[in-house]
């Protein structure tokens, strides 16, 4: 009997785990390029302290895309 691991369930694992860190990694790379900020700062996302400053850096900071728009009154 053979208990090892096969290669079809080693497919879904890291077709899984692929799925967990690309997916976020893709939507936080949108959100810095949007900001103004350079998208490679995404990947600090992969660090478990890292990613909870840049987090908090996101949402606090000045946003260099709004520098040059008034959107201050909207908020």
């Not at 079809?8 to 790379?29: A, K």
């Not at 992969?46 to 040059?68: E, I, M, R, T, Y």
Request: net charge negative; hydrophobic share 60%; glycine share 10%.
């Amino acid at each position: 009997m053979n208990s090892g691991v096969g290669v079809f369930e080693l497919l879904i694992l890291f077709g899984m785990f692929g799925g967990i860190l690309i997916i976020p990694m893709v939507c936080f790379w949108k959100i810095f390029e949007k900001a103004g900020y350079s998208p490679w700062l995404a990947l600090g996302f992969l660090l478990p302290v890292v990613n909870l400053a840049l987090l908090l850096f996101l949402a606090f900071s000045d946003w260099p895309a709004l520098k040059g728009n008034d959107r201050s009154a909207e908020f």
